[in-house]
């Protein structure tokens, strides 16, 4: 039973951190007022390219490297559609979303029932011999520790720094930023990338990690809960961790149930992302401190400077 | 070093237009130097650019003495400059002291700089709580925020931008006394405002700007309103003829215990409003702006439905369910304060844009749902003609006109219906005196012809000219409407304070 316990504490581990990783960029980007649908597509593009160059220089760390810039490239992309050209973010994000998935399923052609390589677990000496807590705790791939640390990063910089301070008031009114001789569409550029890397990892972590080959659509659908996510944590990196989690053990427990044979339709059960988010969306809306403080005010809107 | 700041021969062309023609202005230290003109006039572009947030096309900028170059507006904060603009650049979602600490360079440090803000606050007479959020505080206390945050950087030039169109009488009172005393301190000051009584009383020099060039430099204190104004226009301005009304219209336009909820976090509730506007009279709601004007407006208009149908009710009948077409069928014509894209689609041609809001009640212009471009020219033509709409061609976009010019037209095009009940909000806003004056004029026609006109206007000048009576807003309440007559500027102030949330203090005002 408590082998059984660990086993599922792990894969919840496992399924949550691709979630974090993707959700975490896309609450930056959020925050300084962009909204990238194309979450999928970069994941779906990190994936492949990541499992690509790990099967090809046998390293993983270049895997996740390779993935992270495949991330960061098709953000670019998004950025100069979104701020340079000014075009609809909304329109944009979704045909990025296309764009990754067809472009992922180009690439991973011939990576198709490919071993991949996998990243191996840090396995910390002695901790991780500890009982129960020690797998738990001490026993994880890199890129779960990477996930948090991020998100510790995310909350410092956001409001503990100007960085932050900065991000946060180009998303809350462009018009005072740029009044106050802020770049705008330079500060937003930075938080696409940063959302477009975060993405891709998160795209490796899938192709490396979590399941170490390439399938096409492997994605399936997590770049979507990561969007639902971010409103979900009402933009707040902490909530945002706690969310993921949350996420990721509401998808786990559905294949656990259905192992043991209690029948709960898995269609219902992989709606329930969307269903709590839809909930929460309820809820934060209906509290006007919530909203106030931290929906950027900004949010898909275009900058146009006026000059 | 005589003067502090010179601007010499600056032109800035934008695309065909002079925005400002050869302009020179020279500032001295510790001078409040009034910077005058209508609207367009080419005032806001010669702040901007020397607030380095625009670039000159020709001329040249000094700084004490020796020739700058200012690229950015960090530049010239760098050099001392600070502005505090007409739409404040701040952000709602933040602190006072994060807004603040995004101007200021050097270290991040918020405890070190809170420390400082109430200080400095404090020390100038404009107290600030550096913790609150700005969504929290009136216009009043945003525009402080802004005036700190230049201080704190100890300014050798302050630029303000028509400070006093957002705060009530006392506020501005209490922003003269601080200018005062930082122009004592050394600070000079650029002071735009179209309130010529305060420019008289408050500054020292005043430079006339009139369709992009200077026009006069003189000294206020000599001057009288009229001189100065006849000024700004170029010639006489014609005075708004309001022939007195007899009293006992019937009530055409009825608001009994009208409640709405805000909706949206920065929104205001609007509680409990009664008011009776009767045939023959124009009443005009007075309020600083954000009080929940456009809330009332929407409650008014239609665009929100109200919770009970008797709470609005249009010649007697009860229309608070009904909507915007509803009401207008009913009698009723609205204009909007935002003319651009809420008054008119700015790709649409004039005709269509007289089609959009009297499809419903105007028989002429659609039949068996299709446009009759004819009528709809036909309207538009009046209107264009009556209003003395200038355009570039027959029958332009309506992005194509001028502000005042669009403004002009979508009053027009409601007064042209000749409406029974006419609710307007900022008639003439970002209009020019000689405009105002037509669509002011317009306006107290059509109540004399027996309609009821609501008024919602920000601009007390305006008020005084046009109403009968006058109600204040104030966070979403509505004062009792007294006759203008027994209302001085100072006692609106008190109102638009809110004091009206306690009947006595609304008797002690009217006494």
């Known amino acids: ?307 | 070093m005589e003067y502090l700041l010179e601007a010499l021969n600056v032109t800035k062309i934008f695309g065909t237009l002079k925005a400002n023609d050869n302009v020179t202005l020279k500032v001295k230290p510790g001078e409040i130097h009034a910077f005058l003109g209508e609207n367009g006039a080419g005032k806001s572009t010669l702040v901007k650019m020397i607030y380095g947030a625009l670039q000159p096309t020709s001329g040249e900028f000094r700084w004490m003495g020796s020739p700058v170059t200012i690229a950015n507006p960090a530049a010239a904060r760098k050099l001392g400059i600070g502005m505090v603009f007409q739409h404040f650049s701040l952000f709602d979602a933040l602190s006072v002291a994060e807004n603040i600490a995004l101007a200021m360079p050097g270290d991040f440090d918020m405890a070190k700089l809170s420390e400082k803000i109430s200080r400095v606050s404090k020390d100038y007479g404009l107290p600030l709580e550096p913790t609150a959020i700005v969504a929290d505080l009136s216009v009043g206390e945003r525009q402080r925020i802004e005036i700190v945050r230049c201080l704190l950087q100890e300014p050798k030039l302050l630029i303000m931008d028509e400070p006093t169109a957002v705060l009530t009488p006392q506020e501005a009172d209490q922003l003269f006394l601080t200018l005062g005393r930082l122009a004592r301190e050394g600070c000079a000051v650029i002071y735009i405002s179209h309130r010529l009584e305060e420019v008289k009383r408050l500054c020292h020099n005043a430079t006339i700007l009139r369709h992009g060039k200077v026009v006069a430099n003189v000294d206020p204190t000599k001057e009288t309103a009229s001189s100065l104004a006849k000024l700004m226009v170029g010639g006489e301005i014609h005075v708004v003829r309001a022939a007195r009304k007899d009293k006992g219209g019937a009530v055409r336009l009825k608001l009994e215990g009208l409640n709405l909820h805000a909706d949206g976090p920065f929104a205001v509730e609007l509680k409990n409003i009664s008011l009776d506007v009767r045939a023959g009279e124009v009443v005009a709601i007075a309020g600083v702006a954000g009080n929940g004007q456009s809330e009332f407006f929407d409650a008014v208009s239609g665009e929100r439905s109200l919770p009970r149908d008797a709470m609005l009710l249009i010649d007697g009948k009860p229309m608070g369910y009904h909507g915007v077409n509803a009401r207008r069928n009913a009698g009723a014509a609205f204009v909007p304060e935002e003319r651009l894209g809420h008054g008119a689609v700015p790709g649409f041609r004039l005709s269509e844009n007289v089609i959009l809001t009297r499809h419903s009640s105007d028989e002429a212009l659609v039949k068996s749902g299709m446009m009759q471009k004819n009528g709809a020219s036909g309207v538009s033509e009046r209107v264009i003609k009556a209003f003395d709409v200038r355009k570039g061609k027959p029958d332009p976009e309506a992005r194509a006109l001028s502000g005042g010019n669009l403004q002009k037209f979508v009053v027009g095009r409601e007064l042209d219906r000749k409406p029974g009940v006419l609710v307007v909000n900022q008639p003439t806003w970002g209009v020019d005196a000689g405009a105002s004056a037509t669509i002011r004029q317009a306006i107290i026609d059509l109540a004399r012809q027996g309609s009821a006109v609501l008024v919602i206007s920000q601009d007390l000048d305006e008020i005084f000219e046009v109403a009968d009576r006058i109600a204040v807003i104030s966070r979403g309440q509505l004062s009792e409407a007294y006759p203008s007559s027994e209302l001085s500027a100072e006692k609106i102030g008190l109102l638009m304070a809110g004091e009206h949330e306690t009947r006595e203090m609304a008797h002690a005002a009217r006494a």
């Open chain 1, 1 to 307: 039973m408590n082998d059984q316990l660990l086993s599922i504490i792990l894969t919840i581990i496992t399924a949550s951190t691709p979630l974090l990783l993707a959700s975490i960029g896309e609450l930056v980007v959020e925050r300084s007022g962009v909204l990238n649908l194309g979450v999928e597509g970069m994941m779906a593009v990190g994936a492949v390219c990541g499992f690509g160059a790990a099967l090809t220089t046998g390293s993983p760390l270049i895997g996740i490297l390779a993935a992270i810039a495949a991330g960061v490239l098709l953000s670019l992309l998004f950025g100069f559609l979104t701020l340079t050209m000014i075009s609809n973010q909304v329109a944009t994000g979704l045909a990025l979303t296309l764009l990754g998935l067809g472009l992922a399923g180009l690439i991973g052609e011939s990576f198709v029932g490919q071993p991949g390589v996998k990243l191996q677990n840090l396995d910390i000496p002695v901790l991780s011999a500890i009982p129960f807590i020690g797998p738990i705790l001490f026993g994880q791939d890199l890129l779960v520790y990477v996930s948090l640390a991020i998100v510790a990063g995310v909350s410092y910089v956001l409001f503990r720094t100007k960085t932050g301070l900065i991000i946060r008031a180009v998303g809350d009114s462009h018009q005072s930023a740029h009044a106050l001789g802020y770049s705008v569409i330079g500060v937003r550029y930075l938080a696409v990338m940063f959302g477009g890397g975060c993405a891709g990892l998160a795209g490796g972590y899938l192709s490396l990690a979590y399941t170490p080959q390439w399938v096409e659509n492997m994605t399936s659908g997590r770049g979507w809960i990561a969007l639902a996510l971010v409103v979900f944590a009402s933009w707040l990196p902490w909530r945002l961790a706690i969310g993921a989690y949350l996420f990721g053990t509401i998808t786990i427990l559905g294949f656990s149930l259905q192992a043991i044979g209690i029948g709960i339709p898995s269609q219902l059960l992989s709606s329930l992302p969307y269903i709590v988010t839809i909930l929460a969306l309820v809820v934060i809306s209906g509290n006007r401190a919530l909203t106030r403080a931290n929906t950027p005010a900004c949010l898909g809107q275009p900058f146009v400077p006026d000059r």
